[in-house]
């Protein structure tokens, strides 16, 4: 059976998102350098699994046409979210979703220029990302992008540690930058966030960058990269001509 994310994990990611995800304001501009739009065009975009919608929030207001639908499985968060950006209500549409249920896709607009997603891919097992990423790129209209933010599998050992001591790192100087004090860091090391330090959460499956990178050449993606890696964390994607 696939393991589900659970509401606890969405009440902590709410409060402590911004501290446990490595730099996320270089992220949040790295997603906007890679979108293939100009600033006033009106197009659409998928958040796949927005959260707390700090991804849905900077594309939106870096568009101010783009047309975002903002799917995620959390009761919770959708209207956490839906009430936070009611700014942009008149462009966004929160959506339910299950993440293990293609059924989604066929709910979409013909043509959808982006689907971006931040840490939750890895959610699925190798074969369901691949599955995925085909079905991604064939519900992607030309010159459109796919674009993921994820945690990746270390390759070996010496790599695992590295990406646990980096990931402790900015952790700990983000809690004191981003809330004045280490309660953020001290509940990361309490609550064994580190993945690379704990690992056997059956609810995380991340893959190595490399196989993620090729599953997105199989399915069909040109232009295929990784734009940004930290601690254990990277922005890669493909793009569709
Ligand atoms: C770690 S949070 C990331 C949220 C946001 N994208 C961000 O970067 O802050 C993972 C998100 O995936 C959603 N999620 C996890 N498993 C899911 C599933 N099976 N179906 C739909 N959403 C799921 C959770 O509700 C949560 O909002």
Redesign the pocket.
């Known amino acids: 059976m ?1 393991q ?2 659970n509401e606890s ?2 009440e902590v ?1 709410l409060r402590y ?1 911004r501290v446990f ?1 490595p730099e ?1 304001g270089e992220l949040a501009k790295t997603f906007i350098d890679l979108i293939p739009a100009n600033h006033d065009e009106d197009f659409v975009v998928v ?9 849905t929030e900077t594309i939106a207001s870096t568009f101010p046409k783009a047309h975002v639908i903002a ?4 009761p919770e ?1 959708l209207k956490y979210t839906k009430d936070r950006l009611e700014q942009y209500a008149d462009r966004l549409e929160f959506r339910h ?4 249920d293609a059924s989604w896709l066929n709910d979409l607009p013909n043509k959808v220029r982006c689907f971006v ?4 891919i890895h ?1 699925l097992s190798f074969q369901q990302k691949q599955d995925l990423f085909k079905k991604l790129y064939s519900n992607l209209q030309n010159n459109g992008v796919l674009l993921i ?1 994820d945690i990746v599998k270390p390759v070996n050992e010496i790599g695992r540690r590295s990406m646990s001591r980096s990931w402790d790192d900015v952790t700990k100087k983000q809690s004191l930058k981003l809330e004045g004090n280490l309660q953020a860091y001290e509940y990361f090391l309490n609550a064994e966030w580190n993945l690379f330090e704990h690992p056997g959460d059956p ?1 995380d499956k991340p893959s190595t960058l490399m196989e993620q990178l090729n599953a997105l050449q199989q399915a069909g993606f040109s232009d295929i990269d990784a734009w940004w890696v930290k601690a254990g964390h990277a922005l890669f994607g493909g793009y569709k001509y």
């Open positions: 696939d589900k994310w994990d969405t990611f998102g995800v996320r958040d796949i699994a927005t959260g707390g919608g700090w991804l799917l995620d499985g959390s968060m979703f299950d993440l293990f997603s931040s840490l939750a959610h933010a609810v």
